[in-house]
């Protein structure tokens, strides 16, 4: 009898690792990771309308700051596209949407409120499905974007005061640094050693 009970046990946990190693696709993750596919590109095609219209009205900065923050929005698409392939998924194209474009003013706090929305409130929730489903890749892609989101707030807000206090962009930076891996933002990289979010030397940063 006992050999037969350690028999059974045997293969009861013999069943529970090979459950365990094979593990569960993390299935909400894979719909949270096409939803900041979404969001992510129409942000990226925003972006790349706002930097025309800032060109075209007089503020080649603040178009600079816009073409380098599409670039970070599409690196961000890329990142989470890799993550839904590693998951054994198809990549995934969003549906995008046209942009509405205003006066620059507009734009800028239209900027502000997207990116404020994706790092107070629609990573963090995503960030935390995904700790609960054991989504280590899909974890370090939302956190790259969370944090990267939070720059991109700041430095808009940066622009927007300046613009609203002198009515030109002529103190905004005109140099634009773009993380090619986890698409942080930069407005100089004088100090900057590596990228803060994933240590990428600044000699590889797409310049705008």
């Known amino acids: 009898m006992r050999s037969i009970i350690r028999v059974t046990v045997m293969f ?3 069943g529970i690792v090979a459950v365990s190693c094979s593990g ?4 909400k993750t894979i719909e949270n990771l096409k939803e900041a596919i979404t969001g992510e590109s129409n942000a990226s095609i925003t972006y790349e309308a706002f930097s ?6 007089g503020f080649p900065n603040i178009a600079k700051m816009f073409a380098a923050a599409a670039e970070a929005e599409a690196i961000h698409v ?14 995934f194209t969003a ?3 046209t942009p509405t474009v205003a006066d620059m003013v ?3 706090e239209a900027a502000i409120e997207g990116e404020t929305y994706e790092f107070t409130v629609m990573y963090p929730g995503f960030l935390t499905v995904a700790n609960s489903e054991k989504a280590k890749d899909a974890i370090t892609s939302f956190t790259w974007a969370n ?3 939070k720059t991109h707030a700041r430095l808009y807000t940066k622009a927007l005061n300046i613009l609203k206090a002198t009515g030109s962009d002529e103190t905004v930076s005109s140099t634009w640094y773009t993380c090619p891996k ?4 930069f407005d100089t990289i004088e100090g900057v050693g590596g990228c803060p979010l994933c240590a990428t030397n600044p000699a590889s940063f797409l310049k705008f």
């Open 106 to 108: 507009s734009n800028l």
């Open 12 to 14: 009861l946990l013999v």
């Open 182 to 185: 986890c698409g942080d933002l």
């Open 52 to 57: 025309a219209k800032a060109a075209e009205d």
């Open 78 to 91: 890329k990142n989470h596209n890799a993550v839904l392939v590693k998951l054994g998924e198809q990549a």
């Open 95 to 97: 549906k995008l949407e």
């Open 24 to 27: 569960a696709k993390p299935e």
């Open 147 to 149: 944090e990267a989101e």
